[in-house]
């Protein structure tokens, strides 16, 4: 099956004795075993019948079931958001002594996640310049644990070149870790570009409109024991499963998926286009368009789509608050690829408790915009947001 079948006709684990065609919401906190032997099969991880709800639901193993249909991976946990898979993942693979390396330009809670939460377990960030291959080498040693990046980052809009990285991490023995986020994992396969542990927020494309809160960490087998100490350990020490209505709600957003998608990258790239011709747009940042610098990569990389990410500059930080103020249509908030346009400040809101010398550093400009592009009509979008520009 092609993977926008796979998303609506993945199988249920068992019959369902009423044939419902959606897996139903097993809200409920324990299940009852019909004797000893299979009960301690189950605790032990060695069956794949639910125990207790706090790591194992059916209702979530379903949507990690069609998760791991569409990625081919060996293993997929839902955690209970985007942030509780990236640092259950990093605490699985770190410890104390170790560093991870990675970039300036990530999302605000990740950056404070790395250099704060974990500097104060004793695992260093050595943060550098990911496209450049060379700078990498020499970050990474013997304490290396991972090389962790945002596929295309965020607010940034940098693109890695993930074959590059994967061989330095295949060299030092150590996994590459990549939050996809930015692009669907159904338009690429990051397990053919040498990521070894794929992290989605799939409150974002996959909740199908921003319904939910949640998180995926994708693994692909080629870590080993990461798979085992994730399900042994982090889900059952730190307990941030999903729970079972959101799971309910990102499966049926995960059938609609490739057709939401399709739509907002086409409209991010019209939209782009667009906002160029408008005079007090002083540059629209949008990997989609081919004079972007990272055109080329992202397009061999992630397919012919750009993303629903896009940011504009405007002249000062009080024309961004202007502008802020002034729309209509879009909407003033946060997250990404809802079906609503979004637009934000992010240097005075994600980013907003960092230094002004920590945001030149992340390159975080206050003169930066980060738009969201959503399913209404692209010349909504744009009149709204020419508006709104206006003096």
């Known amino acids: 099956m092609k993977k926008e079948t796979k998303a609506i006709h993945t199988a249920y684990q068992e019959n369902d004795p009423y044939g419902a ?20 099969e189950s605790f032990c991880n060695r069956s794949n019948k639910p125990d207790y709800s706090r790591v194992t639901n059916p209702t979530v193993i379903y949507f990690e079931n069609k998760v791991k249909a569409l990625t081919e991976a060996d293993n997929v946990i839902a955690f209970s958001s985007g942030m509780a898979a990236i640092s259950n993942a990093l605490i699985c693979l770190s410890a104390a002594g170790k560093n991870i390396v990675s970039s300036q330009h990530m999302f605000g809670n990740t950056y404070a996640f790395l250099n704060s939460t974990l500097a104060r377990f004793n695992v260093e960030t050595k943060l550098c310049d990911l496209t450049n291959i060379d700078e990498v080498e020499k970050n990474v040693d013997e304490n290396t644990c991972c090389i962790y990046l945002e596929i295309v980052t965020n607010p940034q809009l940098e693109v890695a070149d993930l074959g590059q990285l994967a061989a330095v991490a295949k060299r030092f023995n150590i996994p590459l870790v990549a939050d996809t986020t930015a692009i669907p994992f159904t338009e690429f396969e990051a397990k053919k570009l040498g990521v070894d542990i794929e992290i989605v927020s799939s409150t974002k494309y996959l909740s199908g409109g921003g319904t939910s809160i949640g998180g995926l960490v994708i693994d692909y087998g080629t870590c080993p024991g990461f798979g085992k100490r994730m399900k042994q350990e982090m889900l059952l020490n730190l307990g941030a499963y999903m729970t079972p209505h959101v799971a309910y709600m990102q499966t049926l957003g995960l059938e609609t998926l490739d057709a939401r ?114 399913l209404e009509a692209v010349d909504d979008i744009f009149e709204d947001i020419q508006q709104a520009v206006k003096k």
């Not at 061999?300 to 896009?310: I, V």
């Open 21 to 40: 065609l959606a897996m139903p919401v097993y809200h409920c906190a324990a299940y009852e075993f019909p004797n000893a032997a299979e009960m301690i």
């Open 261 to 374: 998608y399709r739509m907002q990258a086409g409209n991010a790239l019209e939209l782009a286009t667009r906002l160029r011709t408008v005079p007090e747009i002083c540059h629209v940042n949008y990997i989609g368009l081919p004079d972007n610098p990272y055109y080329e990569l992202s397009q061999r990389q992630f397919g012919p789509t750009g993303g629903a990410m896009l940011t504009i500059e405007l002249a000062d930080k009080e024309s961004c608050f202007s502008f802020i103020n002034r729309l209509k249509l879009v909407k003033r908030a946060t997250n990404l690829f809802d079906n609503r346009t979004l637009a934000i400040h992010p240097a005075s809101t994600i980013f907003g408790n960092f230094t002004e010398s920590q945001l030149q550093d992340m390159d975080v400009s206050d003169r930066i915009i980060r738009i969201s592009v959503g």
